[in-house]
């Protein structure tokens, strides 16, 4: 299994969601192959911000010449100041510096509405949970000398793909583990699947067949899955910040489109109207908006919503990202009830969604700070040995052009600046203060604390 078959690479940003360099490994004729242009072609020709999919000022940043201008948000700069290095975390970016772009203008740093809100709302929301009243947010600019060899193309990571990486490197990594924890992880694996198979059942006819389903049996459904399937989470999150970025008509909305950004104010408040507790953190397992509560949800984020088409939406797109993303890549489930609920059978089947699974499920263990580490190291070491051999210097979340960018802490000769900034009264961004900085290849070690992680948390991390 190549690493890259988990990511979205492409020339440009025509093929967004579905285009992958690899073939199905099935040798077998893609069921979805439809399904992926029809939602390529609806999304982006069919929503007041679909154009934004194509053209935007993340895919503008990325692919110009010369400097790059991130922004990166700490709440530890005074420990990292002293250590003088930075650390990468595992996340939906999987193994980079997590940024969102800034642009130059003559009244300072301009920040793009993402790290806007991280900078001015999520950080010092996340303080004030732990009741932290010694530390500030503090904006960090980094200035990155793009080389001239380096990818000029569009590259991005998309963390829901990657569930037969996970299942790989579990294979790889297993002896880590005693012979009744592997025993236990299977059994436990298993049993949630089997346990989900009415859902699963349910968004395979949907995708595969095109039935019909209403909307609020199907909502409760998943919702009742969800503690079962994890993962499930992820995707309905993401299923419904990419409808809101989309569909909104809002003035702001279409103030932020006419500089080229999809609004993730959207999502963001939408995530902490249901889940308060997720400020800083997002567990987006715990992602279970009821579902007589979302209309008025959505309705609360975004009144200019249509809260009927978004339920009737949310049926289709989950159930295609569930046959996308969780079952193996060109085959189609066969009967349901004829399935073999075992381990090695399953992982034939439905091998992405027993690897994201896996690589959740791992977390429980009792052992898991000893080990975990070496299992998301291991997989942003194939992350870097890949966008090496690309020459990518900065992938970014795949799964929508939102604004979330990385920095590849593995890239030879990175040639970049860093300074602490300060943001004046308009919202603008001034560099005050070179730091020197070193950005090291190497994970923060998940048995330190968040307060004592130098890295912001990613919004969506791939510990699904």
């Not at 003035?251 to 959207?266: D, F, I, K, V, Y």
Request: net charge negative; with cysteine; proline share 6%.
């Amino acid at each position: 299994m190549d690493f890259v078959d988990a990511y979205h690479l492409w020339a440009d940003a025509h093929a967004f969601f579905d285009s992958t360099l690899i073939p199905s490994h099935s040798g077998h004729t893609d069921p979805l192959a439809t399904q992926a242009a029809d939602w390529d072609r609806r999304l982006a020709e069919e929503t007041p911000n679909g154009h934004l999919l194509r053209q935007n000022a993340l895919f503008d940043a990325l692919s110009g010449n010369g400097k790059l201008h991130l922004l990166h948000v700490t709440h530890a700069l005074e420990e990292i100041s002293r250590q003088g290095v930075l650390y990468p975390s595992g996340g939906c970016l999987v193994g980079s510096i997590y940024c969102a772009p800034v642009t130059a203008t003559d009244q300072g740093f301009r920040m793009h509405n993402l790290g806007s809100y991280v900078l001015t709302k999520e950080a010092p929301a996340f303080l004030d949970k732990l009741g932290v009243t010694d530390r500030v947010p503090t904006p960090l600019i980094f200035e990155i000398d793009t080389p001239p060899q380096a990818y000029r193309g569009l590259a991005g990571v998309d963390y829901l793909r990657l569930g037969l990486i996970h299942l790989q490197i579990y294979s790889n990594l297993e002896y880590l583990l005693s012979k009744n924890e592997r025993h236990q992880l299977r059994e436990t694996v298993v049993g949630r699947v089997k346990n989900s198979a009415s859902f699963l059942a349910t968004a395979a006819t949907v995708a595969y067949q095109g039935t019909r389903v209403g909307a609020e049996p199907y909502l409760r459904l998943l919702d009742e899955t969800i503690p079962r399937l994890p993962i499930l989470g992820y995707l309905y999150f993401e299923a419904v910040a990419e409808y809101l970025m989309l569909h909104s008509t809002s003035h702001h909305t279409q103030r932020l489109a006419e500089l080229g950004e999809l609004n993730n104010w959207l999502y963001k408040e939408m995530l902490f109207a249901s889940f308060p507790a997720m400020a800083g953190k997002f567990d987006l397992a715990r992602f279970r908006p009821r579902p007589k509560q979302l209309a008025a949800l959505l309705h609360r984020v975004d009144s200019t919503i249509d809260t009927t088409h978004a339920s009737s939406y949310l049926v289709e797109r989950i159930s295609y990202l569930v046959a996308a993303r969780l079952f193996a890549p060109g085959d189609a489930p066969e009967a349901w009830h004829r399935t073999r609920w075992a381990f090695d059978s399953l992982a034939t089947q439905l091998g992405p969604l027993l690897g994201h699974l896996i690589h959740r499920e791992l977390r429980t263990f009792g052992r898991y700070p000893d080990f975990y580490f070496y299992f998301d190291q291991h997989k942003a070491l194939q992350a870097w040995n890949y966008w090496n051999h690309m020459d990518i210097v900065a992938p970014f979340n795949g799964t929508m052009p939102k604004g979330e960018i990385g920095i590849n802490p593995a890239y030879p000769n990175l040639d970049y600046r860093v300074w602490r900034a300060e943001q004046d009264d308009a919202g603008h961004l001034h560099p005050a203060e070179e730091l020197s900085l070193t950005i090291a290849p190497r994970l923060v070690d998940i048995k330190y604390t968040l307060m004592r992680n130098n890295q912001w948390t990613a919004p969506a991390p791939s510990a699904a």
